[in-house]
């Protein structure tokens, strides 16, 4: 009898550990998921939040823009569009805003003309900001290969044969860039060579001229290679008193 009330003491309490043990257990995974549905509430929230205050950036840009378009017919660093918008603190974190003026590049689509040729020209100009930024002229004619129509490799340049001997492989695109992150395709190019152009360059459809208005020093001095560098010192300092009102004003 002894022994057989110590089995039942002994079995008693295994059953009351393990009920501890399952009791643990759950409560912990409750926790646990409790925790993660309170984080899923926060990055809700948070999504929420961002997406207010950047909708509220987007409308200021609009009515700034709206207004300019209202009060002059050419761009410049003087307008109420080219002043940046101090920080504001905001819950988590701060948040500033400012608007830029693409047309202050120069974009590299300009090296197509309308027959989906390479505009000697404008490649020549390409040539002088790789070298103004210390970078390879050869990319000019690689990246011409890549944005011209035809598939025959410029000297310097690649085509198909080139892109597919790659892993993974793929073909030259033979058409106008996208955007400015299309240049990590196009051999030469990597992140570091980007990074150096993307303040000067920018990808949009079609031509366009370059607004000498906002344009900065040293792209002024690709577009303008018979200017000094104090020359074109002098030529900034002129525009931010009296901005060009057109091109044939800057002639």
């Known amino acids: ?36 549905w309170l984080r899923q509430v926060e990055m809700q929230r948070d999504l929420a939040q961002t ?16 207004y300019d378009a209202r009060m ?9 569009w080219a002043i940046q918008v101090p920080p504001s603190r905001v819950e988590g974190g701060e948040i500033s805003g400012e608007v830029k003026d693409e047309h202050a590049k120069w974009n590299l689509n300009n090296l197509i003309s309308g027959d989906g040729t390479i505009s000697a020209g404008n490649e020549e100009v390409f040539r002088r900001l790789l070298r103004l930024l210390q970078l390879p002229p050869m990319l000019a004619s690689t990246l011409g290969d890549w944005v011209d129509a035809d598939s025959d490799t410029s000297p310097d340049g690649a085509e198909d044969a080139y892109y597919l001997a790659l892993s993974p492989p793929y073909r030259a695109a033979n058409r106008a860039l996208t955007d400015v992150d299309g240049l990590l395709r196009v051999r030469g190019f990597d992140a570091n060579v980007v990074e150096r152009l993307r303040p000067h360059v920018t990808a949009l ?13 040293t792209l002024l001095a690709a577009l303008i290679p018979d200017m000094t560098p104090s020359e074109i010192q002098q030529l900034l300092a002129q525009r931010n008193k009296i901005p060009f009102k057109d091109i044939g004003e800057f002639h």
């Open 205 to 217: 459809p079609g031509y366009h001229r370059v607004n000498v208005n906002s344009a900065s020093a």
């Open 72 to 80: 002059s017919s050419f761009d410049h660093l003087g307008e109420a």
């Open 51 to 66: 997406r207010l205050i950047a909708g509220a950036g987007i409308e200021w840009a609009r009515a700034v823009l709206a």
């Open 1 to 36: 009898m002894i022994a057989s009330h110590s089995t039942q003491r002994g079995a008693a309490l295994i059953m009351a550990l393990l009920v501890v043990a399952l009791a643990s257990t759950l409560s912990a995974t409750l926790l646990f998921r409790q925790d993660v």
